[in-house]
């Protein structure tokens, strides 16, 4: 079965002080679900289009174990907590099979 990976990317932080409230609990449930943070933070350097924005990128052993993870009440909490102090782009997506 192919990997799931969940990548976030940030436009724009409005409230750093919430944001990392968010970390604090969303950190934990992801893990929880058994997700693996890859990447977290902004980007070394960025080619043609690339925007120079936070970027989070999690590793799970499926796209249900990572779409489970993101509906789960632990980080269903997170969310709240973080509230509209952050404008992100969510996707999961299936890894290559390999």
Same mark, same amino acid.
């Given at each position: ?9 940030? /436009? ?17 449930? #992801? ?26 990128? #999690?590793?799970?052993? /499926? ?8 509906? /789960? ?18 996707? #999961? ?6």
């Amino acid at each position: 079965m192919a990997k799931g990976y969940w990548v976030g990317c940030y /436009s724009e932080v409005r409230n750093p002080e919430a944001l990392a409230v968010y970390g604090k609990l969303a950190s934990p449930a #992801i893990q929880a679900a058994g997700g693996r943070f890859l990447v977290r933070g902004t980007p070394a350097h960025c080619y043609e289009a690339g925007l120079n924005q936070r970027t989070v990128l #999690i590793e799970f052993e /499926s796209v249900a174990a990572a779409i489970a993870a993101h509906d /789960s009440p632990g980080y269903q909490a997170a969310l709240l907590a973080l509230g509209d102090a952050a404008v992100r782009d969510i996707r #999961i997506c299936e890894g290559l099979p390999g």
